[in-house]
């Protein structure tokens, strides 16, 4: 139909001249009727090969197109990614990655969240997510978990405090200022009480917070000090801060988390692997 003649189908088809006729042939048996007339030497279609050809050309084009995306799914190119993160790597570390990925990637829906550890825990298990990414782990009997990357512990000064003109912070030093930091038994909290046991000091907040960014806020507002990982202001624009090492054994470890049961996706594998670290951070 499209060469016009055998010789230009066979040429089409890689294959001889005669064959195309023996395949015509033998598709006209099938079919129990003619697709074409021989007229003056020349084959012409019939009506019925008319019909069969215009609606075969959409059977071909959705055979491309579930070629195409069978070629999409394999290049993790389409489908669902479903994120959460804990706020101190959902506001630092995941937009620019999932704005690259976007970019790079833009059939793929994506659904990102910061919560706290207890809730990303309850979404892994009953699978409303693909991964989570935390600063402490995950505790649930369900998950899988594994640190992607150490952190260290810094402290987050205003710029204009006696305490930034010290190379580094002990526990101690935190003592006769406004001490902003978590609940004790909180996952950060737990860290850093364990830093101040470290130097037989006892934690002792001043201004309590749920999350190491929402610290940083308040430090750049001038409320007073805070022991941060090293991730909460990393691309963020906090002028009134300067960090200076906290001096402690402890470290923070980025946790990936996903369920056992609903192990990670082609998709999350190369968010994880090519987007999640891409600047080197």
Same mark, same amino acid.
Not at 50 to 59: A, D, H, Q, Y
Not at 126 to 148: K, N, W, Y
């Given at each position: 139909?499209?060469?016009?003649?055998?010789?230009?189908?066979?040429?089409?088809?890689?294959?001889?001249?005669?064959?195309?006729?023996?395949?015509?042939?033998?598709?006209?048996?099938?079919?129990?009727?003619?697709?074409?007339?021989?007229?003056?030497?020349?084959?012409?279609?019939?009506?019925?090969?008319?019909?069969?050809?215009?609606?075969?050309?959409?059977?071909?084009?959705?055979?491309?197109?579930?070629?195409?995306? $069978?070629?999409?799914? #394999?290049? !993790?190119?389409? @489908?669902?990614?479903?994120?959460? %993160?804990?706020?101190?790597? &959902?506001?630092?570390?995941?937009?620019?990655?999932?704005?690259?990925?976007?970019?790079?990637?833009?059939?793929?829906?994506?659904?990102?969240?910061?919560?706290?550890?207890?809730?990303?825990?309850?979404?892994?298990?009953?699978?409303?997510?693909?991964?989570?990414?935390?600063?402490?782990?995950?505790?649930?009997?369900?998950?899988?978990?594994?640190?992607?990357?150490?952190?260290?512990?810094?402290?987050?000064?205003?710029?204009?405090?006696?305490?930034?003109?010290?190379?580094?912070?002990?526990?101690?030093?935190?003592?006769?200022?406004?001490? $902003?930091?978590?609940? #004790?038994? !909180?996952?950060? @909290?737990?860290?850093?009480?364990? %830093?101040?046991?470290?130097? &037989?000091?006892?934690?002792?907040?001043?201004?309590?917070?749920?999350?190491?960014?929402?610290?940083?806020?308040?430090?750049?507002?001038?409320?007073?000090?805070?022991?941060?990982?090293?991730?909460?202001?990393?691309?963020?624009?906090?002028?009134n801060i300067v960090t200076r090492p906290f001096k402690t054994i402890s470290r923070i470890g980025v946790t990936l988390s996903y369920a056992k049961a609903n192990p990670l996706s082609r998709?999350?594998?190369?968010?994880?692997?090519?987007?999640?670290?891409?600047?080197?951070?």
């Amino acid at each position: 139909m499209h060469g016009g003649t055998t010789k230009n189908a066979a040429r089409l088809l890689l294959v001889s001249q005669p064959a195309v006729s023996n395949m015509i042939k033998q598709f006209e048996d099938q079919l129990g009727f003619k697709l074409f007339d021989r007229i003056s030497g020349r084959l012409h279609p019939t009506l019925e090969a008319e019909v069969l050809s215009k609606n075969l050309e959409r059977v071909f084009a959705s055979v491309d197109a579930i070629e195409n995306l $069978v070629n999409d799914l #394999r290049d !993790s190119k389409v @489908g669902t990614l479903k994120i959460l %993160a804990s706020p101190s790597l &959902g506001q630092t570390i995941l937009p620019p990655a999932i704005a690259a990925f976007a970019r790079e990637r833009p059939e793929v829906k994506i659904s990102f969240d910061m919560l706290s550890n207890e809730a990303i825990a309850a979404d892994l298990d009953s699978h409303q997510a693909d991964f989570g990414l935390t600063i402490t782990a995950v505790d649930h009997p369900s998950l899988e978990g594994r640190v992607m990357r150490e952190g260290l512990l810094v402290c987050a000064i205003p710029k204009d405090h006696p305490l930034s003109r010290k190379k580094f912070i002990l526990p101690k030093d935190l003592i006769s200022t406004t001490f $902003v930091s978590y609940p #004790r038994f !909180s996952p950060i @909290g737990i860290i850093v009480d364990d %830093a101040f046991r470290e130097h &037989g000091e006892l934690l002792k907040a001043d201004v309590e917070v749920h999350y190491c960014y929402t610290a940083c806020t308040l430090v750049n507002a001038g409320v007073g000090v805070a022991i941060v990982d090293e991730f909460s202001l990393l691309g963020q624009d906090m002028p009134n801060i300067v960090t200076r090492p906290f001096k402690t054994i402890s470290r923070i470890g980025v946790t990936l988390s996903y369920a056992k049961a609903n192990p990670l996706s082609r998709l999350a594998k190369v968010f994880i692997n090519e987007y999640l670290w891409r600047d080197g951070k």
